[in-house]
Nanobody, 128 residues
Framework: QLQLVESGGRLVQAGGSLRLSCVAS????????MGWFRQGPEKDRDLVATINWDGENVAYADSVKGRFTISRDNVKKTMYLQMNNLKPEDTAIYLCAAHPWSGKIQRFQEDVARLRSWGQGTQVTVSS
């Protein structure tokens, strides 16, 4: 059973940087496309970034392009989100998820409603 755990969130000032980690405490992430989501106060859960199974293809939401970088290390069973030039509007709970069977970004994006392997989330707060 694939179990994911997010970490790295904390309070930072606007313009600062953070690196979030998503570790598979059980199971393997190697075959699966993965992604980072975020959910702000009283907001829907939005897809922030997606990465295919071997890390060679990535995709970003327009709101984070040029500031965030998604990556993965399948040997360490970890996915990362490097966040630079943080803004107050980036404040949210950040969660990671894996596709149940596909390694492709397109399928991950199409099957968001079907995702079952979620972490508990890590809180990122950006002050003005």
């Amino acid at each position: 059973q694939l179990q994911l755990v997010e970490s790295g969130g904390r309070l930072v000032q606007a313009g600062g940087s953070l690196r979030l980690s998503c570790v598979a405490s059980e199971g393997s992430i190697t075959p699966f496309a993965m992604g980072w989501f975020r959910q702000g106060p009283e907001k829907d859960r939005d897809l922030v970034a997606t990465i295919n199974w071997d890390g060679e293809n990535v995709a970003y939401a327009d709101s984070v392009k040029g500031r965030f970088t998604i990556s993965r290390d399948n040997v360490k069973k970890t996915m990362y989100l490097q966040m630079n030039n943080l803004k107050p509007e980036d404040t949210a709970i950040y969660l990671c998820a894996a596709h149940p069977w596909s390694g492709k970004i397109q399928r991950f994006q199409e099957d968001v409603a079907r995702l079952r392997s979620w972490g508990q989330g890590t809180q990122v707060t950006v002050s003005s």
